[in-house]
């Protein structure tokens, strides 16, 4: 037996393998699997950490990996409204390179739902330069160019492009139509029938858009198409806006009857916003509904928001009488003391004093008409109704009003935001040339002048500022009786110099608010002493002007005339 020498055995120890590569290999795989498994939070930490450390074959693998799951995760985050957290992930994504170019517009709409809406539009921009395939995001920029920075005109562009591969959207038809209605009035007709039209075709029995399209076909009296799409919208179970929208239609088509009972939706539109209506209008129980017997009982009139409704439709309260054993009359504090100086046979009171009233019903105002079985040739009183006594008439003229022959012109040119939405409202500057006319003398009316535009006139203008001299509208219709002549546009001030029955011009837009059904001739119907002038295209306000400015000088000229004859 041969024997071995331990000496010669060497015991070869086997060293614990710490090898960067397996270390790396091990932690991408890892990242991957919590990933996989959704522990995104776990598993992208472990990407970012590992990825600096990698040789470059490494690396790019697995920053792809890195970004695609780091996307999905944010859309996940997306889908659950957590935007701030989306938005990280995303701006992580956005420090490699070679990141999919949808990270903008995925930034974009996050922060559009952040309300965000500027960063929102630079985001979804930088889209647009770069994505060869974007008509997509000219529906978001749309969107919010449309809802968020509310420029019309911007937002028409986006729509028009993004129909260039989505000519199957009526949903993209149907806002285009919209806009060109809201943004242009009665400009561009053809376009906006045409694209309302074509998203009808697509969409025959979406709410919206024969909504739409009947109230662009009533906008320009087209009525047998109108009521041809209104009528189907009745069949679409239509919302409290529709409905309120068709009566606004029926009564600026003559249909009162019909018009002013639909409009009793208003007080359930979806859209209201931040329109509240007095408190009272809660109490379901005490509104008299037009069907009980009211001949011994008390109603109780109450006014609803606007001044201009209130003094328009105060002029029903003695038809009201006739009906009942008594009526009472609730209206904002500021008319109080003009409808008590009218004399209008009723007891007026501010709102706070309801609590202390006692009625059987009350009714808001503007369902009068209803009562009265009102048609647009048996409006009453539309020679004017309300009055101001002589010396407080003679009162103000001694304190504010220039003794004088000058013809006095007192003018009111905006109203509340009601009239900016709906384009009532003329700019100061085309005014200008009344207040340069020789023997002449301007007044104006405006309580607010929130652009300042008064502040503007140029120094060979004169106008005499009135309106920080009214503290109620008892005072602005003292004012009223002094002038010669009101020019103005639709808002409370025109209603005033109409229920007074002073001599006015009315400046109407091209297409007027929906009580207006008769604006051309010499008079509105609602009111006598209102002679119209409605510019022939939105906005052409110097058309109708220079219509005004020719009638001062006629004024002028009877007036010199009158003088003369009166001499000899």
């Not at 409204?81 to 903008?104: N, Q």
């Not at 906008?219 to 069949?235: H, N, R, S, V």
Request: hydrophobic share 40%; charged share 30%.
């Amino acid at each position: 037996m041969v024997q071995v020498s331990k000496r010669l055995v060497v015991r070869k120890e086997v060293p614990i393998d710490n090898s960067k590569d397996l270390i790396n290999s091990l932690d991408l795989a890892l990242a991957e699997y919590y990933c996989t498994n959704e522990d995104f939070d776990k598993g992208l930490e472990v990407y970012r950490n590992i990825i600096p450390q990698l040789f470059d074959y490494e690396k790019n693998a697995a920053i792809n990996k890195y970004m695609n799951f780091a996307m999905q995760y944010a859309s996940n985050k997306t889908k659950d409204k957590k935007w701030t957290e989306a938005v990280e992930l995303y701006r992580d994504i956005m420090k490699f390179s070679g990141f999919p170019v949808t990270v903008y517009k995925n930034i974009g709409l996050c922060m559009k739902a952040l309300g965000n809406a500027d960063l929102a539009i630079k985001f979804l921009k930088r889209f647009e330069e770069i994505s060869p395939d974007k008509e997509d995001v000219y529906v978001y920029l749309a969107d919010i160019t449309y809802a968020d920075i509310k420029d019309n005109v911007k937002a028409i562009e986006y729509y028009e492009k993004a129909l260039e591969k989505n000519k199957r959207n009526y949903s993209i038809y149907n806002m285009l139509g919209h806009l060109y209605s809201t943004c242009y009035q009665d400009k561009y007709k053809e376009k906006q029938i045409e694209y309302l039209t074509k998203a009808f075709e697509l969409a025959p029995n979406n709410r919206i858009v024969v909504k739409n399209i009947a109230y662009v076909y009533g906008k320009f009296d087209e009525t047998q198409k109108a009521d041809e799409f209104y009528q189907k919208l009745m069949y679409l179970n239509p919302t409290h806006s529709d409905l309120h929208s068709y009566g606004a239609y029926l009564v600026k088509h003559k249909r009162f009857a019909e018009g002013f009972k639909f409009l009793q939706h208003r007080f359930q539109k979806e859209d209201l916003k931040n329109v509240s209506f007095p408190p009272i209008f809660s109490n379901k129980k005490k509104r008299w509904n037009m069907k009980v017997d009211i001949t011994n009982k008390h109603i109780l009139v109450h006014f609803e928001q606007g001044f201009g409704d209130s003094i328009m439709f105060i002029r029903f309260v003695k038809q009201l009488q006739k009906l009942c054993a008594k009526v009472s009359v609730v209206v904002q504090n500021q008319l109080v003391d003009l409808f008590n100086d009218s004399k209008l046979g009723v007891d007026i009171y501010r709102e706070i004093d309801v609590p202390n009233i006692s009625y059987d019903y009350y009714i808001p105002m503007m369902d009068l008409p209803i009562v009265c079985g009102t048609s647009p040739d048996t409006i009453p009183l539309a020679d004017g109704y309300l009055r101001v006594p002589k010396s407080k008439v003679n009162a103000y003229r001694k304190a504010h009003i220039n003794d004088n022959d000058k013809l006095k012109i007192g003018i009111a040119f905006e109203g509340t935001m009601a009239s900016k939405e709906t384009d009532r409202d003329i700019p100061l500057e085309y005014l200008y040339p009344l207040m340069q006319m020789p023997e002449v003398e301007v007044y104006s009316f405006q309580v607010d002048d929130l652009s300042r535009q008064m502040d503007r006139i140029p120094e060979d203008a004169e106008l005499i500022r009135l309106g920080k001299t009214f503290k109620n509208w008892e005072d602005t219709a003292a004012a009223m009786m002094n002038m010669d002549l009101m020019v103005t546009t639709d808002n409370g001030v025109m209603n005033l110099a109409g229920a007074l029955g002073v001599k006015t011009f009315g400046l109407f837009n091209r297409i007027t608010e929906w009580r207006w059904f008769k604006t051309e001739g010499d008079d509105i119907a609602w009111y006598k002493s209102i002679k119209p002038f409605q510019n022939p295209t939105s906005g052409a306000w110097d058309v109708s002007v220079a219509k005004v400015l020719e009638e001062v000088k006629n004024i002028q000229c009877q007036r010199i005339a009158k003088k003369i004859k009166g001499q000899g």
